[in-house]
């Protein structure tokens, strides 16, 4: 189960880009329910994802470099891109993924948090340089983005 929150960022602060950074890139091979591939670095993916905003199913599983090649041409919508930072959440044991987009989307920032419980995420109490809320709109889900800069 991946329980999370979603944040618009439009002026991070300046050491955000300091910490680790992967490279992503990612395809959705459908929409509904969402099958993803993605390319982290040198790691591959296929991934589920159930219906959902702030929680919802998720199975990872591993792919090799030629499945993720052979599957990229099949994928709906665009390709997205983007560099994530891993930020750890100061005075908790949560980290912020921070994901700079690139490409069409470039100029893009969102942060995400994950959390071990529903009753976590609802408590939470975002930094200050986070912006609007976006977890319940579902505007700012990456297959949306995909199908959207298609189009």
């Not at 099949?74 to 005075?91: N, Q």
Request: charge should be negative; glycine fraction near 6%; include cysteine.
């Amino acid at each position: 189960m991946e329980i999370e929150r979603k944040y618009l960022v439009e002026d991070p602060p300046a050491d955000a880009f300091s910490f680790p950074c992967s490279h992503i890139e990612q395809a959705y091979l459908c929409t509904d329910p969402v099958v993803r591939i993605r390319r982290e670095d040198h790691s591959y993916f296929l991934t589920y994802k159930g219906r959902g905003l702030l929680e919802r199913e998720e199975y990872n599983l591993p792919l090799t470099e030629e499945a993720y090649l052979h599957l990229l041409p099949k994928a709906d919508g665009m390709v997205l891109t983007k560099k994530r930072y891993r930020i750890p959440l100061e005075g908790q044991p949560l980290t912020i993924e921070f994901d700079v987009f690139e490409g069409a989307y470039e100029g893009l920032m969102l942060a995400e948090v994950e959390f071990p419980s529903k009753e976590d995420a609802l408590r939470f109490t975002p930094p200050s340089w986070f912006g609007r809320d976006v977890t319940f709109t579902g505007e700012y889900q990456n297959s949306r983005l995909a199908l959207k800069g298609a189009g």
